[in-house]
């Protein structure tokens, strides 16, 4: 233990921090972490603090690295074919920094980051923010997520067609916005 509290103690708080962290509150994985020993009363090192986000950005290095079987490929397709590619995530500063160094970075043409415009899906200005960027029509699009964000019924709204992809463990069982199943 890093910084000598349970793991349940301190898990409970990263995850009540999400938001902060996701909108940019919180600059960092240090100063989201100091604000958990302030809240559970810790008094950590500096040493501590950064030992700990060291620790966390290794393990939002691997997380942002990997990439869901097929995506390059399909992205590679897409870009090859002419249609413009966007992202959207609720994400860490920490993610930011390693995504120029994704295999999927190339591939997209506007990445739209939560903490770097301060706003979380499923707010739609994330979504009017991709599509500027792109220089598209909501109507012209087709948004493709895991649903974790409520951000599918967002696109829905907006004018895209959503599709909601489930991860390949649930037999890459594919849903459109209205909730309607069919298999790739």
Known sequence: MVLGVSHADYNSQWIAAFNERMTGT?????????NICQRLGLQATEEQIDKAASIRFEMTQREVMSC????????SYLKKNGCKTGLISNCSSEATRVWPETLLA??????????????MKPDPRLFQIALK??????????????????????????????????AP???????TGTEQPFLL
């Open 26 to 34: 919180a600059e960092n994985f240090q100063a989201c972490i100091k």
């Open 68 to 75: 869901r079987e097929g995506a390059v490929e399909t992205l």
């Open 106 to 119: 190339p591939l997209i043409d506007a990445p739209v980051f939560s903490c770097v415009e301060g706003i």
């Open 133 to 166: 960027r792109l220089n598209v029509r909501a109507a012209n699009c087709l948004y493709i997520a895991d649903g974790m964000s409520q951000e599918l019924a967002t696109a829905s709204k907006l004018g895209m067609q959503a599709i909601l992809l489930e």
């Open 169 to 175: 463990h649930n037999n890459t069982t594919v849903k």
